[in-house]
């Protein structure tokens, strides 16, 4: 890439190496960078926290009112569910015995 690039990571964390990054910026190959995830959440790389060109912000991805309303409505219907017939509508590993 062109020196002096902008990187943006809003997708996922593990896509970027943050000590790569960090070297990069450290270089001025990449002028700055916004983040919204992180490589091992919660932790972020220190070369990130400390560097002025950095913009790091939380994953706000579903902060709508209309995300939270069908989150909890999914959560309580997935409560009422597993209440109900003894099984989830979501289960996670920790719960296969409820599928």
Do not use: C
């Not at 593990?14 to 932790?43: C, I, N, R, T």
């Not at 706000?60 to 309303?69: K, L, P, S």
């Amino acid at each position: 890439m062109k020196d002096g690039v902008v990187v943006v990571n809003s997708a996922r964390g593990p896509v970027m190496d943050e000590a790569a990054l960090v070297e990069a910026l450290d270089s001025g190959k990449v002028l700055s960078a916004g983040l919204d995830v992180f490589e091992e959440e919660p932790k972020v790389h220190p070369g990130l926290i400390s560097n002025p060109n950095v913009m790091l912000v939380p994953h706000m991805g579903t902060y709508t009112v209309e995300t939270m309303a069908a989150m909890e409505e999914w959560a309580i219907a997935n409560v009422r569910r597993g209440l109900e017939t003894g099984k989830l509508k979501s289960p996670v590993p920790e719960q296969d015995k409820l599928k």
